[in-house]
């Protein structure tokens, strides 16, 4: 059975195909910097988006048209399966990821849900055997039902805490049978919505002890996967405890996590936290702390999480910049955690919006890769910072001078040359990188 039978596989076409099935520009063995375009950007595809999702709403009910629409329980989560592998195949997907209840249906109890999910997982593995396409990440979903509703490792109940670690400890041993990747924590409803009536230190530490018991169960499973945080500053709750990439790296330390942890660094949370994404992904890398993204877009004149595919080519480059100054994402990937618009609910939409969100990394990709051959903006920060290269520079920027000497320094400065910061003429310039690829 084909569930996509009208779509064929998609190819690169180059840059003026008119094939609306076609990239323009994401060419998987095309080398940039010495390595595939595939090796690089490690493309995954949210199965929760595109093959869970209906184009709901909090204002209306859901309009996706999809092949699958008439099944039900675990009959529609064996051909969303099926649906799945045959889009990887079309879309040349190298990677995917999901969370526990959007490939199984949840049962009454934890041990019915498991059963359910053994079943699926089962098959996901049967279909890995002759698909390239490879687990790039899960995670437990700990936000949906009601019993979340007070968080999950940060519930005020101690058995929905249980709950939580009952639903980690089976997430890790379905990440080991499908050989996941990574492993993502996405504190979905890890927060609170009032301090009146939250003890925030409890949830904090028993957090963190959850994440303790994650790594030691990890490691007694032999499971190997690199552990992510993904920050989110709110939505669901008023203030996620994951806030920023700053703020939960101040936590990874307070519990003595930060070498078993690095970050998954999405887009759209990153505007939400009011900040842009080059910035998440820059505080990320100054760490030694990024590893993987969740390659989306918001709306900022909306102001929540959109989810929207990015096509914004503006922030892939700077993405992109900051992902190859890291020396790539090693084991973490590009995963579209986004959704077709709930107007594009046709079936054929999934492929235009992927289609659209793998061209817009690769131009991101070539025009990064570019401007770093040229050591463009090296040159500006070496020139901008080259004060700290005469001897007091040096000094300051090697911790070995003192107030007294600098005041000797500054006493009788007069007339310091400040220079201008020239950020206009740096746009400029990008604007000619990004028309010239
Ligand atoms: C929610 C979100 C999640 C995580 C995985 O905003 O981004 O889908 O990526 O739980
Ligand atoms: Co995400």
Same mark, same amino acid.
Do not use: V
């Given at each position: 059975m084909s569930y996509f039978k009208d779509i064929p596989k998609v190819t690169y076409e180059g840059?003026?195909?008119?094939?609306? =099935?076609?990239? *323009?520009?994401?060419?998987?063995e095309e080398q940039v910097g010495g390595q595939s375009m595939k090796d690089i950007l490690r493309f995954g595809i949210a199965y929760w988006h595109t093959?869970?999702? &209906? $184009? $709901?709403?909090p204002f209306g009910s859901g309009t996706a048209q999809r092949p699958w629409d008439h099944l039900k329980g675990m009959d529609l989560a064996k051909a969303r399966v099926e649906a799945a592998f045959e889009f990887f195949e079309k879309i040349d997907a190298p990677f995917f990821c999901f969370h526990d209840v959007d490939v199984a249906p949840e049962g009454d109890t934890l041990r019915e849900s498991n059963k359910n999910l053994d079943v699926i997982v089962n098959m996901i593995k049967d279909y890995m055997k002759d698909s390239k396409t490879k687990l790039l990440w899960n995670t437990a979903n700990?936000? +949906?039902?009601?019993? %979340?509703t007070h968080g999950a490792?940060?519930?005020?109940h101690a058995d929905v805490y249980a709950y939580a670690a009952g639903k980690i400890k089976k997430g890790l041993e379905v990440g080991k049978e499908l050989g996941a990747e990574n492993y993502v924590f996405w504190?979905?409803?890890? $927060?609170?919505?009032? @301090? @009146?009536?939250?003890d925030m230190k409890l949830e904090q530490q028993n957090l963190a002890n959850l994440y303790h018991m994650a790594i030691d169960y990890a490691k007694e499973l032999n499971f190997d996967a690199q552990f992510l945080i993904e920050p989110k500053? *709110?939505?669901?709750?008023?203030?996620? =405890?994951?806030?920023?990439v700053a703020t939960a790296t101040a936590f990874l330390h307070q519990y003595d996590l930060q070498d078993h942890f690095k970050f998954n660094i999405e887009a759209n949370h990153a505007t939400l936290a009011g900040h842009t994404f080059e910035h998440e992904l820059r505080v990320a890398r100054d760490s030694g702390m990024l590893g993987s993204v969740d390659a989306n877009q918001g709306d900022l004149l909306l102001? %929540?999480? #959109? &989810?929207?595919?990015? +096509?914004d080519l503006y922030a892939t480059t700077l993405a992109m910049y900051e992902i190859l100054k890291n020396g790539g994402l090693g084991r973490g990937g590009l995963n579209f955690d986004a959704k077709v618009r709930? $107007?594009?609910?046709?079936?054929?939409d999934l492929f235009h919006a992927h289609i659209a969100g793998m061209d817009a990394f690769a131009v991101g990709l070539k025009v990064a890769q570019k401007m770093i051959d040229d050591n463009f903006f090296e040159t500006i920060v070496d020139q901008r910072y080259q +004060?700290?290269? #005469?001897e007091i520079g040096q000094k300051i920027i090697a911790g070995q001078t003192d107030l007294k000497e600098l005041e000797a320094h500054a006493i009788? @400065? *007069?007339?310091?040359d400040v220079r201008s910061g020239q950020v206009e003429k740096i746009k400029a310039r990008i604007n000619q990188y990004l028309l010239n690829i």
């Open positions: 840059r003026h195909a008119s094939n609306p =099935y076609a990239f *323009k520009f994401y060419n998987p093959f869970t999702g &209906d $184009g $709901g709403d700990m936000f +949906t039902n009601p019993r %979340w490792g940060t519930s005020s504190g979905g409803r890890e $927060g609170y919505e009032s @301090l @009146l009536n939250t500053p *709110k939505e669901p709750t008023t203030h996620q =405890y994951d806030f920023d102001g %929540w999480d #959109t &989810d929207e595919f990015p +096509t709930r $107007g594009s609910f046709e079936t054929e +004060t700290y290269q #005469t009788d @400065l *007069k007339d310091i």
